[in-house]
């Protein structure tokens, strides 16, 4: 024992443990449950019943009680397990409950009514996936248009901020021209404006513009993104002036050695931009909140919460549609997340 | 697939490009170059930059500027009409003061634990660790969560019959109603807050920890100097630039928090998790109160605090370099 001990705590370096390794394994135990768990009892939760949903103690698994219809009675009836006063088990349904006398029929002979104190039966339950809380949305609900608002707006105001802010770059990276400091500290400085400093006149500027209620009034104002142009500025810095030199000899144009020369030269640096932009408008929550008041606007995120302030909240659509929300944003973890660790890792931005 | 029709496209703007550039010369494609980027930037944010001290100077609840009236300082006063500025109670505007001192009690709560916390999942992250970047994605996960599905999650959990209630359950406690009551809804608040950002500002002290050199480790081991005195005496010194840009982002960040408070409390139970940015959007928009001028004069001071903020950690960012260059 005291050797298979020894063999399971030994160490690299034949040093002994010190109270940091415990605290580190405890630290990154508890933070991967803390971080995954609740995203995870989202989706486990989304999966399950109003009825399932309103129990308490909840089940790990969806639970549902089996029904069955019976010869005479309209509605299915619920199945119980019953422990008859022999010791046998039986599977009955049940008609009605009065006080704690349960009248129950066995489906195979429905004309006898069988008497059971309640005590004597369980539900009969099966695992099963309410997978209607997903459909249902769509169906009943405009789910559709909410997520095609979402990934119009997403994928729009993504373009065109890629080709500004590209542009603005390239301008400030590789022209000498007056004003360039100037325009640059313009743009470092209102990396301190957010939105909630100028909420008031800007929804009067995208009022007067005829952009309330338009999806375009949501994408416009968030596409000259500060870090956008700052991030490809510093990457585009590190491309020789060499390269430009020798394009203008050759007799190109300067829109051609910015569409043939530096947007592909400056493709991760974009990557990156086009990554963090998909995630912050598919994200966007109180800008949209302002401009758009007309139900079949709304993207996920206005709708989410939209849904979530209702009196009577249907738990088991938000929670489907909050997962549907999160499918886009967790591809990008799953897949992209290095990108993003190492570009904030590197410039600090967000 | 995707470059052939961008190709395409781009190849058109060619010949009317090439004639700009003959009028205009190198300086006047800059010129073309930064517009549409500015162009955004002024519509959208320069322009309601001065906009906005013009209508906290307007009253009345017309939106747009000619059809309000010019109040002067009007909006200001009602906001500093108080009589004693710790008891929004004895305000004219209550609702603003409340917001005032809500928001600085969770300020000053919520930046000092997120610090502790992402110091702490550094220094972990730091040492040396099997699979270290899949341990870093860990924390980084809520990060890219929206604010509204971070705001469900918890609202999910923390509800009656929720995760956390049967935790008690089981363990035999009495249940709490964490929404409901005062304090708890604070403390979710900021415990939400801090499981939404802290793998953010993790991953920055992270990067400055590893920018540490080792050397300096193993030259002191040799000294024998134990690994508390390290720790006080190499890590937290070179690691305090990085500290301070994490702690003035931190500033700046709870100073205008909204969106996951508001999903998950809406600002309740009462007004109890009211914070400025949600009290900008009510009187400006969603309350039947509706003055669009007091939100701006609201705006107006917030943004004041964060300016004060952003220049104090350029300073000190300022301060650092001359500091490196020495």
């Not at chain 1, 360039?180 to 990396?191: C, D, G, H, N, Q």
């Amino acid at each position: 024992m005291s050797r298979a001990t020894e063999f399971v705590f030994r160490r690299r370096g034949g040093r002994g443990w010190h109270w940091t390794d415990l605290f580190t394994w405890f630290w990154l135990v508890a933070g991967f449950v803390l971080m995954f768990g609740p995203a995870i009892w989202l989706v486990n939760s989304s999966f399950k019943t109003p009825a399932a949903l309103a129990e308490f103690p909840p089940t790990i698994l969806p639970y549902v009680t089996a029904e069955v219809t019976v010869e005479g009675y309209d509605k299915p009836l619920q199945l119980f397990e019953v422990t008859l006063e022999d010791g046998s088990v039986r599977v009955f349904a049940e008609v009605r409950r009065v006080g704690t006398v349960a009248q129950m029929v066995d489906p195979a002979n429905p004309a006898e009514i069988i008497r059971v104190n309640i005590k004597d039966r369980t539900p009969v339950r099966t695992v099963s996936f309410a997978t209607e809380n997903y459909v249902q949305p769509f169906l009943a609900f405009d789910m559709f248009r909410y997520l095609s608002n979402s990934v119009f707006v997403t994928v729009m105001a993504t373009i065109i901020t890629l080709i500004t802010n590209s542009m603005a770059a390239f301008a400030l990276s590789k022209y000498n021209f007056r004003g360039r400091a100037t325009v640059m500290v313009l743009i470092v400085a209102t990396l301190m404006i957010p939105l909630s400093v100028i909420l008031v006149p800007l929804y009067s500027v995208i009022a007067g513009m005829g952009l309330f209620n338009s999806l375009w009034g949501v994408i416009l104002p968030t596409v000259a993104t500060p870090t956008g142009v700052f991030m490809l500025r510093q990457y585009m810095l590190t491309i020789p002036d060499e390269l430009i030199d020798a394009a203008r000899m050759d007799k190109a144009s300067e829109w051609q050695i910015y569409w043939r020369i530096i947007l592909p030269l400056t493709a991760p640096a974009l990557a990156v931009l086009a990554i963090f932009s998909v995630v912050w408008r598919w994200n966007d929550f109180l800008w949209p909140l302002i401009v758009l008041s007309r139900r079949e606007l709304y993207t996920l995120q206005v709708a989410l919460n939209t849904y979530a302030g209702e009196t009577n909240v249907q738990w088991h659509f938000l929670l489907a549609m909050t997962v549907i929300t999160m499918i886009p944003v967790v591809l990008v973890f799953v897949f992209l997340q290095r990108f993003i660790t190492t570009g904030i890792a590197g410039a600090g931005l967000k | 697939m995707l470059v052939a029709p961008v190709g395409w496209l781009a190849r058109l703007f060619d010949p009317p490009l090439r004639a700009l550039q003959r009028v205009g010369g190198y300086g006047g494609m800059a010129v073309f170059f930064l517009a549409p980027n500015m162009l955004v930037f002024g519509i959208f944010v320069l322009f309601p930059l001065v906009l906005n001290l013009v209508y906290s100077t307007t009253g009345g609840a017309a939106l747009f500027l000619g059809d309000r009236s010019f109040v002067g300082l009007a909006q200001y006063e009602r906001l500093f009409d108080c009589s004693n500025y710790l008891d929004p109670k004895s305000c004219a505007e209550d609702l603003f003061w409340t917001a005032v001192w809500n928001t600085a009690g969770f300020v000053v709560v919520q930046v000092v634990l997120m610090v502790v916390v992402a110091l702490v999942t550094a220094l972990v992250l730091n040492r040396e660790l099997k699979a270290r970047s899949f341990w870093r994605a860990v924390f980084f996960f809520p990060v890219l969560l929206s604010p509204v599905v971070v705001g469900l999650i918890w609202k999910w959990i923390l509800q009656r019959q929720g995760l956390l209630n049967l935790g008690l359950y089981e363990l035999g406690l009495t249940q709490v109603n964490w929404l409901i009551e005062r304090g708890w809804a604070f403390t979710a608040a900021v415990g939400v807050s801090i499981w939404a950002h802290v793998g953010f500002y993790a991953l920055i002290l992270l990067a400055g920890l590893q920018a540490i050199p080792k050397d300096l480790y193993e030259a002191a081991e040799m000294d024998g100097t134990r690994p508390a005195r390290m720790f006080w005496r190499i890590t937290l010194p070179l690691l305090m630039p990085n500290l301070i840009v994490v702690l003035v982002l931190v500033l700046i960040r709870s100073v205008q928090i909204f969106d996951e408070v508001y999903v998950l409390t809406g600002g309740g139970p009462g007004t109890a998790t009211l914070y400025l940015t949600q009290y900008i959007y009510e009187i400006g928009f969603a309350s039947h109160l509706r003055n669009p001028g007091l939100a701006s004069a609201a705006s107006i001071l917030m943004g004041g605090v964060l300016v004060v903020l952003t220049l104090l950690q350029l300073g000190i960012g300022r301060r650092n370099e001359a500091r490196g260059k020495k």
